[in-house]
């Protein structure tokens, strides 16, 4: 009954307060409506300096391409002129013994005129003779595509005029060239005209006049320069400082405009490329106009409207703030309350409820919140349950499962089976890392593989390792990353398995599939020569088919033998092996023939399958069923490239079809002319180890094994 006075109390709801945040409301409005005003005003600007942008640079190209239209009518006037004195400077050519040293040019240069000048352009494109000094000795492979036009029409015949350019060296005048290829195309004859009409007619005081008078009308441009397409001045022959140089450099590479902003400066540059270049001509007459655009005035008139969008802003934000006060009072005191006992509630007792509210709304979420923690309580108790029984399901699994940090890489979980495989007590190995525990020669492997697996977070990552200290032992190991619900790696977890059984029946199987592969086909052999040599009549053609026989059979013996040595040394890790002992013993297994099989390797051992000479073998069985009476001699070499061991098995047979290079070494391809290729690659790549073949068809096989650098050494 004490609790009716305080039950009558009004209990206002959110929406009353929400009246009051309505007012906030409009002013955020007011505010946007203010920022959509600037950026229509600031879009008007860049859209019109845009377009009158884009006008002025059309009007600047079209204005310098008229201008080569009528360079270029003034070059075509010439070209009958200058293709009879080159051909008189040919003739000279001839009268001279076709020698550029015993020909008179200055007398060539005085019948055509002052304002000639003859060149000789050797084979390597350097001017060898000249009438023009300061050219002497002009190496044009520094200008590698007109070096390649040069050589182009030193193969050819017939007359080549070029435009008016610059000449690069002396004075920088304007020149018209022309080149005539040599009867023998041993040298190209060039002449040089120069003179007042010439000077006259490529002035470039027109040009910049005519691009000064386009960018007037742009308020927006401060400066404008123009360059040629060797990266000069046109107006002073000058080369331009940084950066400038690598700007325009970078146009003419690309041939294509380039834009450079320099918002420190409220400028733009623009280094417009004009392509005037044409096929027929050597000479590139392109234009790289430099612009240099200041956004100072859209700058400062955004600034004044920014400004006094800034004092309205101000005033509505002193005006919100005011009934934010008003309205936080009475919103954020219950609020604070809640997450006052909601603070409790999350530091662990879940006995704590949300204290009674005035307000209906939080009220009600009081209520949910503490109806949330009872079925938290609940679901907590659960989860330890559930946790418990999944820790001791995956302690007792008969595969190892460990877990580690992404953060730091320590140990987390260890179960019983990971003690067995690793022996390694889990007491020993949680809490570490993998430097901590392992030879520091796989843990830079181990954590290059973390890396990797987080930067590709949908890959499970297969591997089978072995080493030292696991002792005649494959692992076989999957890897996963554990990534939490924000994509942030949380964990990593491996499942390991002991694979050393299974590997040594898989390999046997598979020697003993080819073993036997190759036995039947010596036996094949031996019943052809027996009934062969039933035909024959004499005793000394009967002995040489029982001769080939006695091979085929001491073939089949090695084979046998080898079977049981591999059976007593066991089929279960990598280990370091001689190359040139392991050849010798594939050697041995073939049948007995008139190859001569050469070993050029040296001292080097790598770390390979103990199966390495049945690669070998298989190499050599290759060369004998497909070279047939064509081959005669095999060879192994081994040489050091870039620290890593390349072993190069060759013979001198027909080799293999370009087609057959892939095919060869994928599985179920043993059917096919090349057989035991997949067998080696996965023996191999079991240490890392690569194979190719890439010699070419007609010419002998060449199979190629790389070795890292970490898997192979070289003993005194």
């Not at 002129?81 to 080159?86: H, I």
């Not at 834009?259 to 004009?274: A, N, T």
């Not at 200290?469 to 939490?484: A, C, K, N, Q, T």
């Not at 095999?634 to 870039?642: D, H, V, Y």
């Amino acid at each position: 009954m004490e609790q009716k006075p305080q039950d009558k109390k009004k209990k206002h709801s959110f929406s009353f307060y929400l009246l009051f945040s309505m007012i906030v409301l409009i002013l955020c409005i007011v505010g946007f409506l203010t920022i959509n005003d600037y950026l229509y005003t600031k879009d008007n600007f860049e859209r019109e300096s845009h377009l009158l942008q884009v006008q002025t640079e059309q009007n600047i190209r079209g204005s310098l391409h008229f201008k080569d239209a009528a360079s270029n009518f003034f070059d075509d006037f010439l070209n009958d002129e200058m293709n009879k004195g080159l051909n008189a400077l040919h003739q000279e050519y001839e009268r001279a013994g076709r020698n550029p040293a015993s020909m008179n040019l200055s007398r060539i240069r005085a019948e055509l005129g002052t304002d000639y000048d003859v060149y000789i352009i050797d084979e390597s494109g350097i001017i060898i003779e000249t009438t023009y000094g300061p050219e002497l000795g002009m190496d044009f492979k520094t200008i590698p595509y007109f070096y390649e036009y040069l050589t182009k029409i030193r193969n050819q015949d017939g007359f080549f005029p070029d435009r008016i350019v610059r000449e690069l060296k002396g004075a920088g005048k304007f020149r018209k060239f022309a080149y005539m290829p040599t009867v023998d195309h041993n040298y190209i004859l060039e002449l040089g005209l120069t003179g007042q009409n010439i000077i006259l007619m490529s002035q470039t005081e027109d040009e910049k006049g005519t691009i000064a008078q386009i960018v007037a009308v742009n308020p927006y441009i401060e400066s404008f320069r123009v360059f040629n397409s060797m990266g000069r001045k046109t107006d002073d022959n000058t080369i331009p400082g940084e950066p400038a140089l690598t700007y325009i450099s970078q146009a003419i590479r690309t041939q294509s405009d380039v834009q450079i902003p320099d918002p420190e400066h409220s400028r733009i540059f623009r280094y417009l490329f004009v392509d005037m270049k044409k096929d027929q001509y050597g000479s590139d007459p392109s234009r790289i106009v430099e612009i240099t655009y200041s956004t100072k005035l859209i700058d400062d008139a955004l600034t004044r409207l920014l400004f006094f969008h800034l004092l309205v802003a101000v005033f509505a934000i002193l005006l919100g703030c005011l009934l934010a006060l008003v309205i936080s009072r009475r919103v954020t005191r219950p609020i604070q309350e809640i997450v006052s006992d909601a603070e409790i509630i999350a530091n662990g007792n879940l006995d704590h409820k949300i204290r009674p509210m005035e307000n209906k709304e939080f009220a009600v979420l009081g209520t949910s919140i503490n109806t949330m923690v009872d079925s938290l309580n609940s679901a907590s108790r659960k989860v330890k349950d559930d946790a418990i029984f999944q820790r001791e399901m995956i302690t007792r699994l008969p595969v190892g499962i460990f877990i580690k940090t992404a953060e730091d890489g320590r140990y987390v979980f260890w179960n019983d089976a990971c003690e067995e495989i690793f022996h390694l007590p889990a007491s020993t190995v949680l809490g570490k890392t993998d430097r901590q525990l392992f030879p520091a020669d796989n843990v830079a492997a181990i954590e290059k593989e973390d890396r990797h697996l987080f930067l590709n977070r949908n890959e499970v990552r297969n591997k089978i390792i072995s080493g030292k200290y696991l002792g005649d032992r494959i692992i076989h190991m999957i890897i996963v990353p554990i990534f939490d619900s924000g994509g942030t790696p949380q964990f990593i977890m491996g499942i390991s398995k002991d694979v050393s059984h299974e590997n040594i029946n898989l390999k046997m199987d598979l020697l003993f599939s080819i073993t036997r592969q190759d036995i039947l086909d010596n036996l094949s052999v031996i019943m052809s020569h027996l009934e062969r040599a039933q035909l024959k009549n004499t005793h000394d053609d009967m002995q040489k088919f029982f001769d080939k026989t006695i091979g085929s059979i001491e073939s089949i013996r090695n084979q046998i033998s080898y079977m049981r040595a591999l059976q007593e040394l066991g089929l279960v890790s990598p280990k370091w092996q001689s190359v040139r002992e392991a050849f010798h013993d594939a050697v041995k297994l073939l049948p007995d023939n008139r190859l001569d099989i050469r070993t050029e390797v040296g001292t080097v051992e790598i770390f390979a399958d103990p199966l390495l000479p049945r690669v070998f073998y298989t190499l050599l069985d290759n060369s004998l069923r497909t070279g047939g009476r064509t081959i005669s001699a095999i060879s192994l070499t081994a040489r050091i490239e870039n620290k890593t061991l390349h072993i190069v098995y060759e013979d001198n047979g027909p080799g293999i079809p370009a087609a057959e290079k892939e095919k060869m070494f994928e599985t179920g391809y043993d059917q096919g002319t090349y057989q035991g290729f997949f067998l080696i690659k996965e023996l191999l790549g079991f240490t890392h180890l690569l194979i190719r073949e890439n010699g070419l068809y007609g010419g002998g096989v060449r199979f190629e094994i790389e070795v890292p650098e970490d898997k192979f050494r070289i003993l005194p």
